[in-house]
């Protein structure tokens, strides 16, 4: 079961003319990888936004170790980041990006994880702007519109949520990992080994022996979730098909990606699809290629 719900554009401005006696703030949560020299910050404050937006920076709300970047922060740099927003335990955040939902799931999952009870995911900016919502054009200087608050979050529901090397490595070592369904959100190709990522962990390609592939970019449409379950779970099965890979409803479900980002994507889907939950490898192949014995890299079709 997902911590976070979707929310159409519509639902959207539904939701902030009813709300009262609370605050609803989106949350902008547009982050690039390094290779394509953008900024979501930058953008964020010179060039559009949702009307009274906060911008959440993924990149510095986590725990950035050597091994791998861009793991679950912990309680301290998540409450001061939330903080520094102005954000209240009480407020309702509606999670976007402007970049397809390649960010967005990744946010809208550490916040649950870390606590926060209301979030809703926007199913996707492209469709909030083709139905016409109001853009805000105008420059700001800040993330936020906010005063700073003392929020302090005190909940992390990471133990169910996250999945670690050690534990990871022990199922595949041990054959154990039949009994699993792991899926990596990357492309076939780099899933295969046959095209590197252009990311800053390296290697980037082959997969973890045991997984299977379920790309991101095929669970949503330009970009946008399905916001029908029924559509969700129609999305995966084609895409499963597409593959000729297997969901076993009645094992549990680990997903993976890069870096952990794009994964967050397919758990959305695989939960809001009502095929169970699935616990995140955080660390992704970017930590596994630096930390796992080569024998358990693989390369090729081996499912």
């Keep these: 079961m997902s911590l976070y719900k979707l929310i159409t554009p519509?639902?959207?401005?539904?939701?902030?003319?009813?709300?009262?006696?609370?605050?609803?703030?989106?949350?902008?949560?547009?982050?690039?990888?390094p290779i394509f020299k953008k900024d979501g910050r930058s953008e964020f404050r010179n060039v559009e936004r949702i009307p009274n937006a906060v911008y959440f920076h993924l990149g510095e709300v986590s725990d950035n170790e050597p091994k791998a970047s861009r793991m679950l922060?912990?309680?301290?740099?998540?409450?001061?980041?939330?903080?520094?927003?102005?954000?209240?335990?009480?407020?309702?955040l509606v999670v976007y990006d402007r970049i397809n939902n390649f960010s967005a799931s990744r946010v809208a999952w550490v916040l649950t994880t870390l606590g926060h009870s209301k979030v809703y995911l926007m199913t996707g900016f492209n469709q909030y702007v083709k139905e016409g919502y109001t853009v805000d054009h105008d420059k700001v200087l800040s993330d936020s519109p906010y005063p700073a608050t003392k929020y302090e979050s005190t909940n992390s529901f990471k133990g169910e949520q996250v999945i670690s090397f050690e534990a990871l490595s022990e199922l595949v070592s041990s054959g154990k990992i039949k009994d699993y369904n792991l899926f990596d959100a990357r492309s076939e190709d780099r899933f295969l080994g046959e095209e590197d990522a252009g990311a800053t962990n390296p290697p980037t390609s082959g997969h973890v022996l045991g997984s299977q592939p379920l790309p991101y970019m095929e669970v949503l449409d330009d970009g946008t979730f399905p916001s029908d379950p029924k559509k969700m779970l129609e999305k995966v099965e084609q895409s499963l098909k597409e593959h000729g890979t297997h969901f076993d409803r009645n094992r549990p479900t680990i997903v993976m990606c890069n870096s952990g980002v794009t994964a967050c994507i397919i758990k959305t889907a695989i939960?809001?699809?009502?095929?169970?939950?699935?616990?995140?490898?955080?660390?992704?192949?970017?930590?596994?290629?630096?930390?796992?014995?080569?024998?358990?890299i693989a390369r090729g079709k081996d499912w």
Aim: hydrophobic share 35%; net charge neutral.
């Design 73 to 92: 922060p912990t309680l301290d740099v998540f409450n001061g980041a939330m903080s520094k927003l102005g954000i209240k335990s009480d407020d309702t």
């Design 271 to 296: 939960e809001l699809a009502s095929l169970g939950s699935a616990k995140l490898y955080d660390g992704s192949f970017s930590e596994w290629a630096l930390r796992a014995d080569p024998k358990y």
């Design 10 to 33: 519509k639902e959207f401005s539904k939701l902030i003319k009813n709300t009262t006696n609370s605050r609803v703030i989106p949350v902008d949560a547009t982050w690039y990888l």
